[in-house]
């Protein structure tokens, strides 16, 4: 008896070091959804980045103004 792997399938690290066995479509499909769950998360991030950058900025501007 030989072991062999069966390519339909693939595992796909889906977090906190757990795999899970995707057929190719399923994984495409997993992939994609965590893409534009990963791309939403970054750009509310790069947000709140740009707002305490501005909030530092203002507050800076007027400690130069009182001082």
């Known amino acids: ?3 062999r ?3 339909s399938k693939i595992f796909v690290c889906v977090g906190f070091g757990f795999f899970v066995e995707f057929t ?3 994984a495409v499909n997993f ?3 965590k893409c534009a769950h990963l791309t939403s998360l970054s750009d ?3 947000q709140d980045a740009a707002r305490i950058k501005a909030h530092i900025k203002l507050v800076l501007e007027v400690s130069l103004i009182l001082f």
């Open 1 to 3: 008896m030989s072991c």
């Open 5 to 7: 792997p069966d390519p």
């Open 24 to 26: 190719l479509t399923e």
């Open 31 to 33: 992939i994609d959804k």
């Open 44 to 46: 509310a991030l790069t």
